[in-house]
């Protein structure tokens, strides 16, 4: 079995593929893309879609962490990434949709703001890629990429004071889950590696960190995804983060 994997420098769902093929025992060949640039090049290399993870494998491409797990499950069985019962299965199914369709999309311009503000931390997000050209060079002529993501992400000031207010709700909702054993069981299902890298990504913000990592929601994070990379100091208006100090936001 031949797999080559495509991922973005800190994207937390290409972490999320990454997991996948780690937790199925699957090698794989890890391919690091610029931001922005990776449109083109999986463009070039023929994937459907110009978003990564984007995954080959034994000659067939898969896009998408939700289809990924489905199709690394099909290959190779064990361990599985989603529970055998159906009503347990249909859950983690719920849960990993709304962290790929929600949270995901959260974290992702949350982080992208952040950047537009601040550029100086991508040398820490950056850690460990392989990108083809000094990690300097790429920081120091990144303004242009980050511009560019931040306006392709839709991480506008008033989406992303949006997803701050909606977070405690969303943390909630994690806790819950993790109460209930839809996430946070023994062993890890989708649902699991679709959640808690975004979180990770989340808790890379000093502004959002405090708010989540003393939660269930914070220590299942930190669980799955122990060295996510990068720090970014404050950099967020102190009225966007009101509702994290909220006590219905404890």
Do not use: C
Not at 142 to 162: G, K, Q, Y
Request: cysteine-free; charged content about 25%.
């Amino acid at each position: 079995m031949t797999a080559t994997l495509y991922v973005i420098p800190a994207s937390h769902p290409s972490r999320t593929a990454r997991m996948m093929l780690e937790l199925k025992g699957i090698e794989y060949k890890r391919v690091d893309l610029m931001p922005v640039i990776s449109k083109l090049a999986l463009r070039g290399l023929r994937f459907d879609r110009v978003t990564v993870p984007a995954l080959k494998i034994d000659g067939e491409r898969v896009q998408g962490s939700r289809e990924i797990a489905r199709e690394l499950d099909r290959i190779e069985p064990e361990p599985a990434l989603f529970p055998a019962d159906a009503d347990a299965r249909a859950k983690v199914e719920a849960a990993e949709r709304w962290g790929d369709e929600v949270l995901q999309s959260a974290a992702r311009r949350a982080i992208w703001n952040a950047l537009r503000r601040d550029r100086a931390p991508l040398r820490g997000y950056s850690e460990g890629a392989r990108l083809g050209v000094p990690i300097g060079l790429a920081v120091a002529t990144a303004a242009p990429i980050v511009a560019l993501s931040a306006r392709f992400n839709e991480a506008t000031d008033d989406n992303v004071r949006a997803d701050i207010a909606a977070l405690p709700g969303m943390l909630k909702r994690i806790d819950d889950w993790v109460a209930e054993g839809v996430l946070g069981g023994p062993t890890l299902n989708a649902a699991d590696l679709q959640i808690g890298p975004s979180l990770r990504l989340m808790m890379t913000l000093d502004d959002l960190r405090p708010a989540i990592e003393a939660r269930p929601a914070g220590q299942l994070a930190v669980r799955i995804d122990p060295d996510f990379p990068g720090r970014m100091p404050p950099v967020l208006p102190a009225g966007w983060l009101a509702p994290l100090a909220a006590p219905s936001a404890a």
